[in-house]
Nanobody, 126 residues
Framework: QVQLVESGGGLVQAGGSLRLSCAASGRTRSGYHMGWFRQAPGKERELVATIGIWSGSRTSYADSVKGRFSISRDDAKNTVYLQMNSLKPEDTAVYYC??????????????????WGQGTQVTVSS
């Protein structure tokens, strides 16, 4: 089992930026897709961004964050990042790092996730 620990959340004004980090330990995640989800109060957990099995892999984003967020991974450091720019109040949520459950298989929903981080709060004020 892999352990995931997020960091980098906080309070920021609208238009600002934050960079989330997700450090992985335990069983190697080589060959597994990684992703970020978020969950706002009273809403379902939604997929924000995913990245394939290595740093140059294809990435995908929710329509609501395209052009503003960027996901990356550094396998030498066992870390996944989410760079968030031009933040909006509607981006306020708890952000969760996620590791895929099957080799070479994309993360599409929460059912495709084997491990979750504890979550980090992102609050964007207007």
């Amino acid at each position: 089992q892999v352990q995931l620990v997020e960091s980098g959340g906080g309070l920021v004004q609208a238009g600002g930026s934050l960079r989330l980090s997700c450090a992985a330990s335990g069983r190697t995640r080589s060959g597994y897709h990684m992703g970020w989800f978020r969950q706002a109060p009273g809403k379902e957990r939604e997929l924000v961004a995913t990245i394939g099995i290595w740093s140059g892999s294809r990435t995908s984003y929710a329509d609501s964050v395209k052009g503003r967020f960027s996901i990356s991974r550094d396998d030498a450091k066992n870390t996944v990042y989410l760079q968030m720019n031009s933040l909006k109040p509607e981006d306020t949520a708890v952000y969760y790092c996620a590791a895929g459950s099957r080799l070479y298989t994309a993360i599409m929903t929460t059912l495709d996730v084997a491990s979750w981080g504890q979550g980090t709060q992102v609050t964007v004020s207007s």
